[in-house]
C-alpha cells in the first residue's frame, strides 16, 4: 500500500540550531514529493517540491531537501532556524498512476525555542 | 499568485444542522479538494472534483457531500451535523494531471468549524 511516514511528532530546537524533519513513503511507482507548512492559523504554503532532475531541492524560507529514491526519503533540512520557524511540517506524496492526488503524512510539529 | 477564498474561518452550527461550506478559487484551476485536519492524523481527504459536475469520494466521505456547479467554486456539505465533526476543514486546488509542470495544491486559509 503507499503511504507517507512522519517518524516525528513534535521537533523541539533552539535558535539558529540546524533541524532535519523526517519523511519516508511507501510505493512501487514513481512518485512527486512536496514539503507544505503550516503557520498558526492558516492554510498549507508550499514550501518546495520534487518531480524531476536534481535530487537537491531548495525551498523557500531557507529550506530544502533531499530526495533519496533507494531509501525512500524526502527529509526536510534547515542549517539554521528562526522563531518565525515554528509552525506545522507535512510531508505530501504523489504517485505516478495519479498525480492529481496527495497523500499527506500526520505532520511534524516544529517548535524553536530562544 | 493563486488566491484559494473559503468563505468563513471560524463557524458554529448545532447538531442536526445543514452546513455549507464555500470555496473559491481564481487560477482556473480543474481540480478542487476538500479536507479535514485533526491533532495527529494529518489531512484526510473528504471529496475531490476534476472538473464541473464531476465528483470524486475520498478518504472519509461518510457524512458529506459536495457540489460544484461552476469551475472556480466547490461547496462542502454536512448533511446532518455531528459533534464528531468539528474539524479544520481546508480546501484546495491544483492543475489537472496534464500540468506536470506544476502538481502542487493550493490551500485555503481553512475553516474551523464547531459543532455543539
Known amino acids: 500500500a503507499q503511504s507517507v511516514t512522519q517518524l516525528d511528532s513534535q521537533v523541539p530546537v533552539f535558535e539558529e540550531a540546524p533541524v532535519e524533519l523526517r519523511c519516508n513513503y511507501s510505493s512501487s511507482v514513481s512518485v512527486y514529493l512536496f514539503w507544505y507548512v503550516q503557520y498558526p492559523n492558516q492554510g498549507l504554503q508550499l514550501l518546495l517540491k520534487y518531480l524531476s532532475g536534481s535530487t537537491l531541492v531548495k525551498g523557500i524560507n531557507g529550506f530544502e531537501a533531499e530526495f533519496n529514491k533507494s531509501q525512500t526519503s524526502f527529509h526536510l533540512r534547515k542549517p539554521s532556524v528562526h522563531i518565525s520557524d515554528t509552525a506545522e511540517y507535512f510531508c505530501a506524496v504523489s504517485f505516478s498512476y495519479n498525480t492529481d492526488k496527495l497523500i499527506f503524512g500526520t505532520g511534524t510539529r516544529l517548535q524553536v525555542f530562544p | 499568485d493563486v488566491k484559494v477564498t473559503q468563505s468563513s474561518r471560524y463557524l458554529v452550527k448545532r447538531t442536526g444542522e445543514k452546513v455549507f461550506l464555500e470555496c473559491v478559487q481564481d487560477?482556473?484551476?480543474?481540480?478542487m479538494f476538500w479536507y479535514r485536519q485533526d491533532p495527529g492524523l494529518g489531512l484526510r481527504l473528504i471529496y475531490f472534483?476534476?472538473?464541473?459536475?464531476?465528483?470524486e469520494k475520498g478518504d472519509i466521505p461518510e457524512g458529506y457531500s459536495v457540489s460544484r456547479e461552476k469551475k472556480e467554486r466547490f461547496s462542502l456539505i454536512l448533511e446532518s451535523a455531528s459533534t464528531n465533526q468539528t474539524s479544520m476543514y481546508l480546501c484546495?486546488?491544483?492543475f489537472g494531471e496534464g500540468a506536470r509542470l506544476s502538481l502542487a495544491q493550493h490551500f485555503g486559509d481553512g475553516t474551523r468549524l464547531s459543532i455543539l
Open positions: 472534483s476534476y472538473d464541473v459536475k464531476m465528483k
Open positions: 484546495a486546488s491544483s
Open positions: 487560477m482556473d484551476h480543474e481540480n
